[in-house]
């Protein structure tokens, strides 16, 4: 059976038939034969953005909630090109994420046609791959293959652009191609050598680690990690992006290593003499200077990706596969033992907190608040600043995948938009957006799109006056000189009342329990400000490039610090 | 110096993508040349890079990700160029 269709309606089908249900987008000339064909399409549910950056982050978040891929659509030039920051961000962090972007038509390219970029050009080193579709008949194909590639192996970005007269042509369509699978599989074998030589590692450790981080969440491996843990006892870290892939407050779990990790869970990597990594890439953040991370240690580096092992820290064993899979075969391997000295050496490194926050409203209690308004059971998805390590470190993580956040490329304006794909993703739980108020006014645009399209995420703003982060570092490490950081909000309560959603504004802890209750229970979208303490900041702090071994636990005497 | 073939699918998508790969990692590229590797749609493209083994394996690695690469090798290190120039 075939039939004529146009590019446009080939588009829209091979979306159904790859299971897609929800698109974000913005529509504009060059890709106004889709959003034509789009309306055919009710299994589709669009969401109108404000802007092109919220749909690439809120296909985003989609991704990371659902674990499947998330979709984003935009016009050509300033359509395409606001969705650059949002792929980036989806490929530091390994998302999976389809753009698809409208193009001028095949004659005019290359002749810098009215809203022409070379979009494809722009996106390269931030695509996993791309695709530029010159004739309707490859469409099919390549939306079905698109999906695939974003989701297989290591997920990332795939960018589909299409050019108008592309998805005005008609061609014979003979069905959506089955999906492809497998087509980059890779010789496994050596996966058994790994095992067994971990194994051998961690029977013979004193001090050994788990380092658990995205690809442990990707994979879906909680319950083999956790398994892992508790027959060999051995101590685990969850990077920030492996945050909630451990439950927060398990007896081994210590807590997020780095630039802003615990002084004792920093303590633990220097002193350990073996290191499980699962599903990280040892990033700078995370290691500090790496001539000085962690010496004692053999590091066995489990990684889908080939290209991860051995490019940031040198492995001693290095094992290519999924997280998930290899992990369980580590279980099965391992003999079981525990590491009770090893644990309490640990738990003698850690220092009480630093009195980083004086005052009643600190992030301690807003997010505690936050946490017995939601009954513990909420999604987090959190913006980038102070308020990020914040609620990274002090919200209690007990469900799988439920703290999410711009990590590898650290985008303010991440949290909002994001919250929306994670709502669309899991309907049923509550989502909590929680952003300094610098990346609150970067995307706070979107509170527009959570009530036209119904959905009913709640905004906390931590509101410090300053983008808090980096006065953090104008602090410590230029002479306070406060350049440029100070940042004037607008009224949040009336922000939200002129949107029409139930705003409210928090100076007091005595106030918090009530008031996070209430916007907790409000069926749509609510905004909460919280009124922080000004010049707070995150301990303890590694310096930039400096070494594991020696944190910052107190703000320098101004002028005393270099650079 | 250390060579690196790739057999990779025709394109000019897929050419700029691989020089990418090394414009990225600032890898220094000493000859570049792209010839037909004889199947059809498949073109053979070979990097003399000023780069050390390890960077030069990276490389591979780099590539060997890249949808349309069909295949990547790393030739000899210490080769007669290398052995000339001491
Ligand atoms: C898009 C973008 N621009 C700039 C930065 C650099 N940056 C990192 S944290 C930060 C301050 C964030 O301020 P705010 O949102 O108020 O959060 P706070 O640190 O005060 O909690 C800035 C400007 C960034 N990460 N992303
Ligand atoms: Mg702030």
Redesign the pocket.
């Known amino acids: 059976m075939s039939e004529k269709l146009s590019g446009a309606e080939i588009l829209c089908r091979g979306l159904v038939d790859a299971g897609v249900e929800v698109i974000f987008g913005y529509p504009g000339g060059a890709i106004m034969p889709f959003y034509h064909a789009l309306p055919e399409h009710p299994r589709l549910r669009h969401i109108l953005v404000r802007h092109e950056q919220a749909a690439a982050h809120a296909a985003d978040g989609y991704a990371r909630a659902s674990g499947r891929v998330g979709v984003c659509v935009a016009t050509s030039g300033p359509g395409a090109t606001n969705l650059v ?1 949002g792929l980036a961000a989806a490929h530091m962090d390994s998302s999976p994420v389809v753009a698809i972007t409208g193009q001028v038509s095949r004659p005019m390219m290359g002749r810098d046609a009215f809203q022409e970029t070379d979009i494809i050009g722009i996106t390269m080193p931030i695509t996993k791959h791309s695709y530029l579709v010159q004739d309707a008949a490859e469409l099919a194909d390549v939306v079905a293959e698109a999906m695939t590639v974003a989701a297989e192996g290591r997920p990332g970005p795939v960018l589909v652009d299409v050019p108008k007269d592309v998805q005005n042509q008609k061609v014979e369509w003979h069905g959506t191609p089955a999906p492809r699978t497998g087509t980059r599989g890779r010789a496994l074998g050596s996966i058994e050598d790994g095992v067994r030589a971990a194994a051998r590692l961690i029977k013979g450790a004193e001090r050994p680690l788990l380092m658990v981080g995205h690809g442990a969440i990707l994979a879906g491996a909680y319950a083999e990690v956790r398994a892992l843990a508790e027959k060999t006892g051995i101590p685990v870290i969850t990077t920030l992006l492996g945050i909630s892939a451990f439950p927060d407050g398990h007896p081994l779990h210590l807590g997020m290593p780095g630039m802003h990790g615990e002084v004792h869970v920093n303590r633990a990597i220097q002193n350990a003499d073996v290191i499980i990594g699962i599903g990280l890439r040892f990033d700078d953040r995370v290691t500090g200077n790496t001539a000085s991370f962690a010496r004692q240690a053999r590091i066995v580096h489990i990684d889908l990706d080939r290209a991860e092992i051995g490019k940031n820290v040198p492995a001693a064993v290095g094992i290519v596969g999924d997280a998930r899979d290899v992990t369980r075969r580590l279980l099965a391997a391992v003999e079981p033992r525990r590491c009770d000295r090893w644990l309490e050496h640990i738990r003698s490194f850690a220092r009480p907190g630093p009195a980083s926050y004086r005052g009643e409203l600190s992030p301690e209690a807003i997010l505690a608040s936050i946490c017995d308004a939601s009954g513990g059971a909420c999604t987090i998805v959190s ?6 390590m914040w609620v990274a470190k002090l919200f209690p993580y007990r469900h799988p995948n439920t703290h999410i956040t711009s990590g590898g490329l ?4 991440f949290a909002v938009p994001a919250a929306m794909g994670v709502h669309l993703a899991r309907p049923g739980d509550t989502v909590w957006a929680i ?6 006014q ?1 995307n706070m645009a979107e509170i527009a799109t959570m009530v036209q399209e119904r959905l009913p995420v709640k905004l906390a703003v ?1 509101n ?1 006056g ?6 953090q570092w104008q602090q410590f490490f230029h002479e306070k000189r406060y350049s440029c950081t100070p ?1 004037w909000s607008p009224d949040y309560v009336k922000l939200a009342e002129a949107y029409g959603i139930p705003g409210y504004r928090v100076k007091d802890a005595a106030e918090l329990a009530d008031t996070v209750g209430r916007a907790n229970a409000q069926p749509g979208p609510a905004l909460v400000e919280f009124v922080i303490e000004q010049e707070a900041n995150v301990f303890p702090m590694i310096p930039p490039g400096g070494s594991l071994s020696e944190p910052i636990e107190s703000a320098p005497v101004v002028g005393a610090a270099g650079d | 110096m250390h060579t690196v073939a790739v057999l990779l699918d025709d394109g000019l998508a897929t050419l700029n993508r691989a020089v990418g790969v090394l414009r990225r990692r600032n890898v220094p590229v000493e000859g570049l040349a792209l010839h037909p590797s004889g199947t059809a749609g498949v073109s053979r493209m070979t990097f003399v890079l000023k780069a050390d083994a390890v960077t030069a394996e990276r490389v591979a690695q780099q590539f060997q990700k890249m949808i349309g690469v069909r295949s990547v090798m790393v030739l000899g290190g210490e080769d007669s160029t290398t052995e000339a120039r001491r």
């Open positions: 920051t913006d980038v600043g102070q308020h990020q650290g985008a303010m304006g952003s300094g108020d610098g990346g609150f970067m931590f410090n300053y983008l808090g982060m980096v006065r940042i």
